[in-house]
């Protein structure tokens, strides 16, 4: 069974709209995380959360807000979409943000935004 | 910035022959560089192969090898004899480990490996 879902697996949405990535760790880990991967592009990191506060944020637009409704959850809310938007985002959690950890991660939800 | 190269796009490799998948980094903000191979095999989520954290050691896993080399700045990864069940991606990462880290990784953008039999 995955331990990480993230939901939905595949998105479409219109430029201009509101749409909201699921994502749910069942690792019990302390920390989460938010990568977003674009056509021929590095996974890039977003966020990251620390027992629900933020540690550390690496988009520059506000469109992009994570909520932590509960410590293994981490969804990601993006509003006013645009066609840049279109990518691959990545859901990862760690036991911390300490000393080397590793990162374990989702299968993703690839948004296309039209 | 911060920054990781690694060999680009797709390596083809024979059954049972050696491997290596090239990866270099760069970096003005991280003091104590972590560094780590990570694979997405066909169909699974991306999950981490290797890590070291010092400079001058090895990490292994699975038949992969790679060396932490400060001097040149390197993290190659490399394999004696090649599998099928090897074809994969894999990613080359870099992260803080000093008292700044906040769980960010830097990624090289990934070398699709393809085993033939």
């Known amino acids: 069974d995955p331990k990480i879902i993230q939901k939905p697996k595949y998105l479409v949405a219109v430029t201009g709209s509101e749409k909201i990535l699921i994502c749910e760790q069942y690792?019990?880990?302390?920390?989460m995380y938010w990568y977003r991967q674009s056509a021929k592009k590095p996974l890039e990191f977003m966020f990251s959360?620390?027992?629900?506060?933020?540690?550390d944020n690496q988009t520059a637009s506000s469109r992009f807000q994570p909520q932590s409704s509960k410590k293994n959850h981490l969804d990601l809310q993006i509003t006013a979409l645009k066609p840049d938007d279109s990518a691959t985002y990545f859901c990862a959690s760690s036991q911390d943000t300490g000393f080397a950890e590793t990162l374990y991660f989702g299968s993703g939800t690839r948004l296309t935004v039209l | 910035g911060d920054s990781v190269t690694q060999t680009e796009g797709q390596v083809t490799v024979s059954e049972s022959k050696s491997l290596i998948i090239n990866c270099t980094y760069s970096?003005?903000?991280?003091?104590?560089?972590?560094l780590f191979w990570y694979v997405r095999y066909p169909g699974e989520g991306l999950q981490l192969l290797l890590k070291v954290i010092t400079a001058g050691q090895k990490g292994s896993s699975r038949g992969f090898e790679a060396t932490y080399n400060k001097e040149t700045t390197s993290f190659h990864l490399q394999k004696a004899s090649v599998q099928e069940s090897d074809s994969a991606v894999y990613y080359c990462a870099l992260g803080e480990g000093g008292a700044g880290n906040t769980g960010k990784l830097i990624f090289g953008l990934g070398t699709t490996l393809q085993v033939q039999p």
């Open positions: 970096t003005t903000s991280i003091a104590y560089p972590n």
């Open positions: 690792l019990g880990h302390n920390a």
């Open positions: 959360y620390s027992y629900q506060k933020l540690m």
